[in-house]
């Protein structure tokens, strides 16, 4: 808060951070911390990943803020940091694992047609959205945890509206088979 | 409107993100359509059971301390030296301390076999076989030629220092 009670932008916070005022720093990180570490988990799925993420997202964001030529929002920056971090991680996952993550698609939740039970429904509807193509997982989750409009997530996932629409779509259509299939 | 094109809207209406007579073709589909109705349906229950599903919080304690560890983490990525790019700059001073000490120590060697005799007698070093290969050069060249090749420059000082202009180098190194 400044002195008129007023909220400091993000952009007047930075340039207190570019100047050395730490308590600029701690304000940000507060500020957008939780937005962070939410995204970073519906992408990666667990809470240790996220955790190590969201301050990976943070240390390039201050490391490079110079470099950010604010045409779009701190938190829209942010949450392109957080993405391109996720897509590495999700590569370096499915390189360990040996798998194609875009293969992976529905294969579990197939495996487990038969289980009709609503936990196992839930359990499936989440794996199912951990195995959906990395564009496909972003658009779905700027759209429905982070209510983003699609002009908004095309410029978080550099690509146009329409391709923002279509991954948002068919990852859509892909939960539904699998909910589908899964009340058999 | 045929069912494909209702599939095809689906999701953009079910999200409010049709024009106003779209959204009249739809519904007007939908109420004839039994089959349509139930794909609208499948997709508006995974729309909300998605939505449905929770981050769980990590509690006040991490939030708290998170952004020491950002802290943290921005103070290890940070390089000692300047940032030039991507490139981390290195200060060059170690290496020129560890050039010269070469050069010094090169040439230290080079006055030891001469003092014990390797050069035959009656050759100094600046006319006998060992600078045949160093050019004779006046004062006026030194600089020209330290542009060329600096390091032979600096061996062939060194070679013309004598034993006490040595002994004091080393002593101050």
Redesign the interface.
């Known amino acids: 808060m400044n002195a008129g009670g007023m909220a400091a932008s993000d952009y007047q916070l930075l340039d207190r951070y570019a100047t050395g005022d730490e308590s600029a720093f701690e304000e940000l990180v507060t500020r957008h911390q939780k937005t962070v570490y939410d995204l970073a988990y519906r992408m990666l799925g667990n809470h240790a990943d996220a955790a190590d993420l969201a301050q990976k997202t943070f240390v390039q964001a201050f490391l490079h803020h110079r470099s950010f030529k604010r045409e779009s929002s701190f938190r829209t920056w942010l949450y392109q940091i957080c993405l391109n971090q996720c897509r590495n991680a999700l590569r370096d996952r499915a390189r360990l694992a040996h798998e194609d993550v875009d293969e992976l698609a529905l294969a579990a939740p197939q495996d487990t047609f038969a289980e009709a039970a609503k936990s196992e429904l839930r359990d499936r509807l989440g794996q199912a959205i951990r195995t959906l193509p990395a564009r496909q997982r972003e658009a779905l989750v700027l759209r429905v945890y982070h209510n983003h409009a699609f002009a908004d997530i095309g410029v978080i996932m550099s690509c146009s509206e329409g391709t923002a629409k279509a991954n948002y779509h068919h990852a859509v259509d892909k939960l539904r088979r699998v909910l589908m299939a899964g009340e058999g | 409107m045929t069912c494909n094109e209702i599939k095809e809207l689906t999701?953009?209406y079910l999200?409010l993100?049709l024009e106003p007579p779209r959204v009249r073709d739809v519904t007007t589909h939908l109420n004839g359509c039994a089959g349509c109705r139930a794909e609208m349906e499948?997709?508006r229950?995974?729309?909300v059971?998605?939505?449905g599903?929770a981050?769980?919080d990590?509690g006040d304690r991490?939030?708290t301390e998170?952004?020491e560890?950002?802290?943290r983490?921005?103070a290890r990525?940070?390089p000692t030296g300047r940032s030039v790019g991507n490139a981390t700059w290195m200060p060059r001073w170690p290496l020129a301390l560890a050039a010269s000490l070469l050069l010094v120590v090169g040439a230290w060697s080079l006055k030891g076999l001469l003092d014990r005799g390797l050069v035959p007698p009656g050759q100094s070093v600046t006319q006998g076989t060992i600078t045949a290969d160093l050019p004779s050069l006046g004062d006026a060249d030194w600089e020209a030629y330290w542009e060329d090749d600096p390091d032979t420059v600096l061996v062939e000082m060194a070679t013309q220092l004598d034993r006490q202009t040595m002994d004091r180098l080393l002593a101050d190194i």
């Open positions: 999701v953009p999200e993100d499948a997709v229950q995974v729309l059971r998605v939505k599903m981050v769980p990590p991490f939030w998170f952004p560890k950002v802290r983490g921005l990525e940070r």
